[in-house]
């Protein structure tokens, strides 16, 4: 019989502990500012939220779903392990993540802009990157960018390039992959030490 882990026992890979912390909304807008290098007034945090628009399709579970002051629409999924068709999972979670963004009438430039971030314990592309972040860009010419909103990052515990980040995101990438003991060490950010 398989053991009951007690609180004292989880890190913040553990589903359960990232959802309690993630849901406290200093620790998301921290995060979230920490990641995409900008200043959030403040963000309303829901935690495990479902969309299923219909039986007859596939529903999501979002991990964290926070939206700003600027109503723009941010999902954080804590993943452990390499699964097949992030790229796919990403776009599909965008596209549910805006679905009743416009009312019939509206102008698609009142649409939202959507960020999917990834927290990877494992490295999603192999190139050894802490961060991985994409948009969309023509790819004849890098220069010209698509803008359409849409942004998907995927931060790897098992990034080598230290001098390309900032320091406090590969802090903090580094308490996500400790263990039990490692993880109650002193990581010098005070964003770790809120979590």
Do not use: W
């Not at 200093?26 to 920490?34: D, I, V």
């Not at 290098?37 to 596939?58: D, L, M, N, T």
């Not at 723009?72 to 790229?87: C, F, I």
Request: aromatic residues 12%; charged residues 30%; negative net charge.
């Amino acid at each position: 019989m398989k053991k009951r882990k007690t609180l004292q026992d989880l890190t913040i890979k553990d589903n359960f502990l990232f959802g309690a912390v993630m849901s406290v909304e200093k620790n998301c807008k921290g995060f979230l500012e920490m990641v995409l290098g900008f200043s959030i007034a403040h963000v309303v945090v829901s935690r495990e939220k479902s969309i299923v628009y219909h039986p007859e399709y596939k529903g999501v579970r979002l991990d964290i779903y926070a939206e700003d002051e600027n109503h723009t629409h941010y999902n954080v999924e804590m993943q452990m392990r390499k699964k097949k068709a992030l790229g796919k999972r990403s776009r599909y979670y965008h596209s549910q993540m805006v679905m009743e963004a416009l009312a019939s009438g509206e102008e698609y430039e009142t649409l939202p802009d959507t960020f999917v971030i990834f927290v990877c314990d494992f490295d999603p592309f192999g190139e050894r990157l802490y961060c991985y972040t994409f948009g969309n860009e023509c790819k004849e010419n890098k220069k010209v960018k698509l803008d359409d909103g849409s942004y998907t990052i995927f931060l790897s515990t098992k990034g080598e390039n230290e001098e390309k980040v900032p320091p406090e995101l590969v802090r903090f990438l580094k308490f996500v992959t400790a263990d039990l003991e490692e993880s109650e060490g002193d990581f010098q950010d005070g964003l770790v030490k809120q979590f």
